[in-house]
């Protein structure tokens, strides 16, 4: 039997991250589509979870328009579920944030719904996938720090 085929971006750390894991111990083949420096580790330490299969990392930023087209998201595979992650904290204070940086988060947003939108249309058109949208309430709107 083929195993099913899950995507999650910003897989290499934090909530995506524990997405990812639960996803390799559930016997998916899985795509991590991340920019972030961890992902190769994160890639590695996936494959050693129990019933993980195979784990591969595309380098993509959702930020990107250019990132977004990138055919490379399905791997030749339909996919069967979707965890989009998106947006997190900067880690310092707001006041202190490059502003160009920080409209960054914005243009990620709009990255993923269009990644939601095209990857939920073959979805749908096959009858069959999941969708999970998750993110940091600090990716989305500024706080204290």
Do not use: W
């Not at 993980?52 to 069967?80: F, M, N, T, Y």
């Not at 989009?84 to 709009?110: I, K, T, V």
């Amino acid at each position: 039997m083929d195993r099913q085929f899950a995507t999650v971006t910003r897989a290499s750390t934090g909530i995506g991250y524990e997405f990812a894991r639960i996803c390799a111990r559930e016997g998916y083949d899985l795509l991590i589509a991340a920019d972030e420096v961890d992902s190769e580790k994160a890639a590695a330490d996936l494959r050693r979870e129990p019933g993980a299969g195979g784990v591969k990392v595309l380098h993509l930023d959702l930020a990107k328009q250019e990132d977004i087209q990138v055919p490379g998201c399905h791997q030749g595979r339909p996919i069967d579920v979707l965890m989009a992650n998106a947006g997190r904290g900067l880690r310092h204070a707001f006041l202190d944030q490059d502003r160009p940086h920080s409209r960054c988060h914005r243009h990620e947003c709009d990255g993923t719904a269009c990644l939601l939108h095209k990857l939920g249309n073959d979805m749908r058109r096959r009858n069959q996938g999941r969708i999970l949208i998750a993110g940091s309430i600090a990716g989305f709107t500024p706080g204290s720090f």
